[in-house]
């Protein structure tokens, strides 16, 4: 079965501009996840969809972040205007349910100068 | 917020020898999973172990859990070089929304 599918794998920004990361997680999972990951550092939970419903965005900087997921497949995450400590790898990760393996992409490193 | 917490936070053995990782984690949990993370890919799970189970193996992974400690570890047996790589533990917490809470992970070398 195809992985998780995140597209683009890198993009440089200047710091005030904006950016989307999309993501097509496995089929037939209900459950996807949005991570930040910044260097050195372990995965940060920004948002986690259920279908397309939104189970959890505490950490999501709502000011400059927003995320949807189209009739519950696919994501995309957006930051406008991003700032320099946006720089990070954006991780999806999708699940058939909640709890249970996480399936990840190879993730959208983000450089912002 | 950060659950995990990893120790070491890196490692350096020779090959062929055994490394073991160590999770602490605070609040009560459903499960406990192991991720591995090769520089500038995705994580890819290894192993997910239960609040009642206390050991458990895969390959030559072993993972046990003492939930009176909240802890966890993470051993590899007979290292090779292809396991160098840095490893995450994540935890499931029962109370509040059923999200994946990651550590700050353990760095491990593993020298030819």
New interface residues.
Partial sequence: EAGVAQSPRYKIIEKRQSVAFWCNPISGHATLYWYQQILGQGPKLLIQFQNNGVVDDSQLPKDRFSAERLKGVDSTLKIQPAKLEDSAVYLCASTRGLGGELFFGEGSRLTVL | S?Q?EEDPQALSIQEGENATMNCSYKTSI??L?W?RQNSG?????LI?IRSNEREKHSGRLRVTLDTSKKSSSLLITASRAADTASY?C?T?RIQG?????????TRLTINP
Avoid: I, S
């Fill in positions: 950060q995990g459903n499960n999973q991720y890919r995705g994580l890819v799970h997910l995450f994540a499931d929304a059923q999200k994946l809470v990651f550590g700050q992970g």
